[in-house]
């Protein structure tokens, strides 16, 4: 990993881990600018560790809570990592990617990396982290095999998990480049956006193995109006019904991804890794949501996942256009021919955070929730 400079402490150990829990951050970041590649991937692996909390089943609510308001006191400096880690990690099963495990155990290192970073940087990081660990707590209090009740609350869902990362990304870009900082308006209204057709795409994909743990994230509304009941969900008993409401998904999704699309393209074309950071992601989610669309009876993630050969192609073919606009326009609407797009642009739910502040007393936090 390029990026990433291995004469800083933890370095190695965070390059190492990010190849082991995302295959498609692993790829994207490195291309990043190396003033950029490290808070970065340090960002990514600090929303790692709140979405390993969120997705342990073997511990409860109640223990979810207290280990995501931990981890926002670690993140904050008020809590040593140590700590956190030591009473984390042996509760965690073999549900837990051993990655994950290894990566909740060696929180103190990440840590590290994180208060070495400067001042805009930290402050981006913790509002993402404190923005995520309330709003997924939030919703693991109403989580539902039986998916969500309406559009508007994926919308919030997708919020907090992906677009709140938007917003940080934004946020670092602009404290790294005074040129992208002077669109930063125009990047914000569409960050959110960036982020919730990236998770929209892994929310679809992943529906099957959400199901298996016991969460569902599909609302029932779209399902309802195209005269489908989520309740009814199973991979015995496949529903053309069910083949409306996904394709209603789907197209809300690549909506999002057009955004993303917009999103980019207001990056400097001289800032090629950045645009690349962003343009092979967004081809690797169309590219999912067309073998979703195509395969709409799909029972597994593993079914829909686009080939190694594929996402080369998209990096080769992205890379040759990363300077060029109209090419990359083209190319996002020939790749995503096939695929609808919604009517209404109101797809982009922005709740209202109140922050966990560092003069809040615990009790107080918790009452918050």
Not at 33 to 39: G, I
Not at 68 to 82: I, N
Not at 207 to 212: M, N, R, S, T
Not at 320 to 340: E, M
Request: net charge neutral; glycine share 6%; aromatic share 8%.
């Amino acid at each position: 990993m390029a990026g990433l400079n291995r004469s800083l402490p933890g370095a190695d150990y965070e390059r190492r881990i990010l190849e082991k829990v995302s295959r498609s951050f692993a790829l994207t970041i490195p291309q990043l600018p190396s003033q950029l590649c490290r808070p970065v991937a340090n960002a990514y692996l600090l929303c790692r560790i709140v979405d390993t909390i969120e997705d342990e089943a073997g511990i409860s609510i109640d223990q979810k809570d207290h280990f995501l308001h931990e981890f926002v006191d670690v993140v904050q400096g008020s809590s040593p990592p140590e700590k956190f880690a030591d009473g984390l990690a042996p509760l965690l099963t073999e549900r837990t990617l051993p990655a994950e495990r290894d990566l909740i155990r060696n929180t103190p290192t990440v840590m590290n990396t994180f208060f070495s970073l400067n001042d805009r940087q930290r402050a981006e990081i913790r509002k993402c982290v404190e923005t995520m660990a309330i709003g997924m707590l939030d919703f693991q209090k109403i989580q539902n095999p039986m998916g969500l009740e309406t559009m508007d609350q994926m919308d919030r869902y997708c919020y907090y998990v992906a677009g709140v990362v938007g917003d940080m990304l934004t946020g670092l870009f602009c404290d790294y480049s005074e040129d992208i900082a002077r669109n930063q308006t125009k990047l914000i209204s569409l960050a959110s956006s960036f982020g919730q057709g990236l998770q929209m795409t892994n929310i679809i994909k992943d529906l099957w193995e959400d199901k298996a743990r016991g969460a569902c994230w599909f609302p029932k509304d779209v399902f309802l109006e195209a005269g489908f009941d989520l309740e009814t969900l199973s991979a015995d008993n496949y529903d053309p019904a069910f083949r409306e409401g996904l394709a209603k998904l789907i197209g809300v999704a690549h909506w999002h991804l057009s955004n993303a699309v917009d999103y980019t393209l207001l990056i400097p074309k001289e800032e090629t890794g950045i645009r690349k950071f962003c343009i092979w992601a967004i081809g690797m989610a169309v590219f999912t949501l067309k073998n979703i669309n195509k395969t709409r009876d799909y029972t597994c993630g593993q079914d829909i996942k686009i080939s190694r050969r594929r996402t080369r192609n998209i990096i080769m073919v992205s890379n040759a256009a990363i300077k060029n606009d109209n090419l990359i326009r083209f190319l996002f609407k020939f790749a995503g021919r096939g695929l609808c797009m919604p009517i209404s642009d109101n797809h982009i739910s922005k709740p209202l955070v109140i922050p966990i502040t560092e003069t809040l007393p615990r009790e107080r936090r918790r009452s918050m929730n």
